[in-house]
């Protein structure tokens, strides 16, 4: 199991930016798929975007354009970063990390990080 804990949520206004950071604890850190994901209130868990271990990106329609994930396997952090927010951003945002061990697909979540956009 890979250890994830995020930060960088909090309040910010309409139009907006943040900058989410996950920290993974992981050896290998640079083979593991990565991910953002948000669940709002009263709302499925969504993905918002993906980055694979050779640098691809993915991303959900709603952010596109506007969030971007990168990631540093130096230092075992991945980030998303936020422009041009909007209250339907408002969610929690979960850092995922993924990997395949055989047949398998093993995932790993951090506790998550409260994102509120609001006036």
């Known amino acids: 199991q890979v250890q994830l804990v995020e930060s960088g949520g909090g309040l910010v206004q309409p139009g907006g930016s943040l900058r989410l950071s996950c920290a993974a604890s992981?050896?290998?850190?640079?083979?593991?798929?990565m991910g953002w994901y948000r669940q709002g209130p009263g709302k499925q868990r969504e993905l918002v975007a993906a980055i694979t271990s050779g640098g691809s990106t993915n991303y959900g329609n709603s952010v596109k354009g506007r969030f971007t994930i990168s990631r540093d396997n130096a230092k075992n952090m991945v980030y998303l970063q936020m422009n041009s927010l909007k209250p339907e951003d408002t969610a929690v945002y979960y850092c995922?990390?993924?990997?395949?061990?055989?047949?398998?697909?093993?995932?790993?979540w951090g506790q998550g990080t409260q994102v509120t956009v609001s006036s």
């Open positions: 992981a050896i290998f850190f640079s083979i593991y798929e």
């Open positions: 995922n990390a993924g990997r395949l061990v055989g047949s398998s697909f093993q995932q790993s």
